[in-house]
Each structure stands twice: as C-alpha cells, then as structure tokens.
C-alpha cells in the first residue's frame, strides 16, 4: 500500500529558533501533499496544500510566512515553522495523494514539535 | 464552508457490545465520505470511504457505514468490538472533484475488557 514517512518523529527546539519537517511518499508519486495540525484530543485541521512545483494554498488565518512549505519534488514536501514560539508546539501531519488514485489521502505518522 | 459533526466525544463499551458513532455534514452538494481511525500513538488509516453506490459501505476490521442523503449522516458500525478498537475515529468529508478534507472532531473509543 502507499507509504508515507515524516521526518522527524519529534523534535524539540528554543524559541526563535526554525525547525523543517519533512514528509516522504515512499512508494509513489504525490501531486499533491497535506499539512494538518492536531491539537490534543483535538480533530485535525488542514494548515495547507502543497503541489509539486507550485506554491502552497494556505488556509484562512495561517500565517504563510511563519509556516514555510516547499513540495520540491513528486515524493517530498516540507514544512518549516520558522521562529517558533510556545504555542507552535503541537502535532503536525502530512497527508499525500497519488496521481494515480482518486481522492484518498495517505496519511504520515506525524512529528511532534515542541518549543521550549 | 462545509462542517462535520461527530455527536459523541467519547464512547466507553465492553468487549462484544455493539457500537455506532454519529457523523452529520452540512454541505448540501455531492460528497465523498470517510471514516479514519488512529490508534494510540499511530498514524491516521482509513477505515472505510464511500463516493458513490451502495450507500452501505463495508470497510476493514468489521467496519461498516451508512450513507444517508437526506439526513446528510455516515454514521460507522460495528456489531461486535474488541479491545483493540480502542481508539480515536474521525469522519472526514470532501466536496466531490476535491481533494480537500474536513475533519470532525474525533470520538474517543474506549473498549474494556
């Protein structure tokens, strides 16, 4: 089935600083890729879309200058939280669709942020 | 913007018992539905999805969901669950021709032994 590996699992990082997450479709090409953030015992909710060679859509009220994202290639994207702060800290996800399938989203195992 | 509605944050059932997790969306054009389950401390699977048919749709581990139109609901089933759907389920819902979900805001399953 398709396979889709994030980068790192966790992380930890000082206030200020910027952190990239990268997320992998290992066994397929992906047109288009998915950031979510989940919030504890909270539903997901989509921060942006990114297609391959294009920039990102992001949802209304996230800031895309904080939160970076670059879908270089057919099987990665990443996301940077630049000068992160406190209340970055959380769960972020990507989700990736194949060109070759209809509407289903492949979901990565998700990294945990914290920001101290 | 369309919402979805999950109308139980948290269910706790015996092993064997039946269980059912109301799911409503508000967009009123053609949808694709989906129920996704993750696991404690894994990521999100899909359980089962329909986007057209059988309105009754069968998925993995048992799983079924119903498509009703005019109630604009997809709620999952499960006639017989076990310790390991302990869980947290989300239904999610696009807009036909999109790939864009939204999410509901989860149910917590937990099963007792």
């Known amino acids: 089935g398709a396979v889709v590996s994030q980068h790192p699992s966790r992380v930890i990082c000082k206030s200020g600083t910027s952190v990239k997450i990268e997320c992998r479709s290992l066994?397929?090409?992906?047109?288009?890729m998915f950031w979510y953030r989940q919030f504890p015992k909270q539903s997901l909710m989509l921060m942006a879309t990114?297609?391959?060679?294009?920039?990102?859509?992001?949802e209304q009220g996230v800031e895309k200058d904080k939160f970076l994202i670059n879908h270089a290639s057919l099987t990665l994207s990443t996301l940077t939280v630049t000068s992160a702060h406190p209340e970055d800290s959380s769960f972020y996800i990507c989700?990736?669709?194949?060109?070759?399938?209809?509407?289903?989203?492949?979901f990565g195992p998700g990294t945990r942020l914290t920001v101290t | 913007a369309q919402s979805v509605s999950q109308h139980n944050h948290h269910v706790i059932l015996s092993e064997a018992a039946s269980l059912e997790l109301g799911c409503n969306y508000s967009?009123?054009?053609?949808?694709?539905l989906f129920w996704y389950v993750q696991y404690p401390g894994q990521h999100l699977q899909l359980l089962l999805k329909?986007?057209?048919?059988?309105?009754l749709v069968k998925g993995i581990k048992g799983f079924e969901a119903e498509f009703i139109k005019s109630k604009f609901s997809f709620n999952l089933r499960k006639p017989s669950v076990q310790w390991s759907d302990t869980a947290e389920y989300f239904c999610?819902?696009?807009?036909?021709?999109?790939?864009?979900?939204?999410f509901g805001a989860g149910t917590t399953v937990t099963v007792r032994a």
């Open positions: 989700s990736a669709i194949s060109s070759g399938l209809s509407y289903e989203q492949y």
């Open positions: 066994d397929f090409q992906a047109t288009t």
């Open positions: 990114s297609n391959e060679g294009s920039k990102a859509t992001y």
């Open positions: 967009y009123g054009g053609t949808v694709n």
């Open positions: 329909y986007f057209s048919g059988d309105p």
């Open positions: 999610a819902v696009t807009r036909s021709n999109d790939y864009k979900l939204s």
